[in-house]
């Protein structure tokens, strides 16, 4: 009898197991990106447009970034960032936000005569 009891308390112990198995495998699969918060940005000389963008801490966010004319530069200095921007090609940035707050973010390559003001607002909110 006790050896009985055993091997059932196995099986369900395996059983558990499997189970807790395919949750975690389950969740790993999930597409993550459906969570994102994917915000185009179009740089052209000498403005992003959007100018200010808010995206929710915590969230990942995904930046489009795309050009107009030329080509010009991305760079957010609070979150380590920075990319080249060209015409015809979609520049995809993934960072989570870790903080809150108001932060700029500018152009890092010379474009022109404006390219000292070109620059935009990226807020974080709880
Ligand atoms: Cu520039």
């Not at 080249?84 to 993934?94: A, L, N, Q």
Request: hydrophobic share 40%; proline share 4%; net charge neutral.
């Amino acid at each position: 009898m006790i050896h009985m009891k055993n091997i059932i308390i196995l099986l369900i112990a395996a059983s558990v197991g499997y189970l807790h198995q395919e949750s975690v495998s389950q969740s790993s699969t999930r597409p993550i990106s459906s969570d994102d918060q994917v915000i185009r940005i179009s740089a052209s000389t000498f403005e992003f447009t959007p100018g200010e963008i808010t995206v929710k801490k915590g969230i990942p966010v995904v930046l489009e970034l795309m050009s107009q004319d030329r080509r010009h530069g991305f760079k957010l200095t609070a979150f380590n960032l920075r990319a080249d921007i060209k015409p015809g090609v979609t520049e995809k940035i993934r960072f989570v936000p870790d903080k809150t707050g108001t932060f700029t973010f500018f152009c890092d390559v010379f474009c022109g005569g404006g390219h000292e003001d070109m620059s935009g607002i990226l807020k974080v909110v709880e």
